[in-house]
């Protein structure tokens, strides 16, 4: 098949294709296939001027960044690899809580400061640097989806109570294999209780245009004065001007960005706030994880080749 690229992508991750016979590396207006990655633009001009094309196979679990509605017009299957971001996101997730709380970061850049002409750093003292625990603190997480899931097991085992809000509650196994047994640990919340009860609210959701700033002003001053906003999903969830005017005035204690609303473009003032992790969209930003990455796109391919339907990540 010939496919085309938006994206330079280790090679490695697309062995089986070219030993299958399967991988003609091809110009856009040639290809049956792209290859698209989830930073890449696809819009309809661009999906028009591919004659050829019958499947988009999305190196990433969200797909917003191709028009779908263009794609259902022409017959176009879509695919995405929702399995290997799951536990490299919910890893990343995880760290930026540890950050948060112990100011990770906020002190390696204090204590680096002693090097220039004004210096941040308070010096070493029993009642100086103190930061907060995770341990007994609540996780509240919006989307408990795979990698909410994934975070709570992480959470779980740091001591950490966990609730949630989701479009369903989630029961059997998934449950089971959360809570170990106990009814308390992992509790369903509606969407009110989990603002104002989270001492770290995780955003896990995928991105949908009913889901636009499903963080914002209001739901931020819902929120103790003492949480933490942690966002590995989608940078659109958030009003960013809000969420700034929220951590200029203590309405919450801190955030953790990994994402961005207007994403490579970062509200300059979040740049300046010490309260404020930022990470440059890098939830599954493992080795392992982009290697893992490129063989769902190739077991997607192949099965659209093999027109096994049922093995393929089917977004449309």
């Not at 989830?38 to 028009?67: H, Q, S, W």
């Not at 259902?72 to 890893?91: F, L, M, Y």
């Not at 341990?135 to 975070?151: F, H, P, V």
Request: hydrophobic share 40%; proline share 4%.
């Amino acid at each position: 098949m010939k496919i085309a690229f938006t994206t330079a992508l280790p090679k490695e991750g697309f062995r089986r294709l070219a030993e299958r016979g399967v991988l003609e590396v091809a110009e856009r207006e040639e290809a049956e296939v792209l290859v698209s990655t989830f930073d890449y633009k696809v819009p309809r001009e661009m999906i028009e001027a591919m004659p050829k094309l019958r499947l988009i196979a999305n190196f990433g679990a969200g797909f917003n960044n191709i028009d779908l509605d263009a794609c259902r017009e022409r017959g176009i299957r879509v695919t995405n690899t929702p399995q290997p971001v799951i536990e490299p996101t919910a890893e990343l997730a995880f760290a930026l809580m540890i950050d948060l709380a112990r100011r990770v970061s906020e002190f390696d850049r204090a204590v680096r400061s002693q090097i220039s002409e004004v210096s941040s750093f308070e010096g070493f003292g029993v009642m100086r640097n103190l930061s907060h625990s995770l341990y007994g603190k609540t996780l509240g997480i919006l989307g408990m989806g795979r990698i909410g899931q994934a975070l709570a097991r992480r959470a779980a085992a740091s001591g950490m109570r966990i609730i949630y809000h989701n479009r369903h509650e989630i029961n059997g196994d998934a449950l089971k294999a959360l809570n170990g047994g106990n009814d308390e640990m992992v509790k369903y919340v509606d969407f009110q209780t989990l603002l104002q009860d989270s001492d770290f609210l995780s955003l896990n959701l995928p991105y949908t245009p009913e889901v636009h700033h499903i963080i914002g002003k209001p739901e931020l001053g819902m929120m103790k004065r003492s949480a933490y906003l942690i966002n590995t999903a989608r940078g659109a969830h958030v009003d960013e001007q809000a969420l700034v005017e929220a951590l200029q005035n203590g309405i919450i204690a801190g955030a953790a960005l990994d994402v961005y609303e207007n994403e490579p473009h970062i509200t300059p003032e979040l740049l300046t706030l010490p309260n404020v992790v930022l990470s440059p969209h890098t939830g599954t930003g493992t080795w392992e994880g982009r290697i893992a990455m490129c063989e769902n796109v190739c077991d997607n391919i192949l099965a659209f080749a093999e027109r096994r339907t049922k093995d393929m990540n089917i977004v449309i």
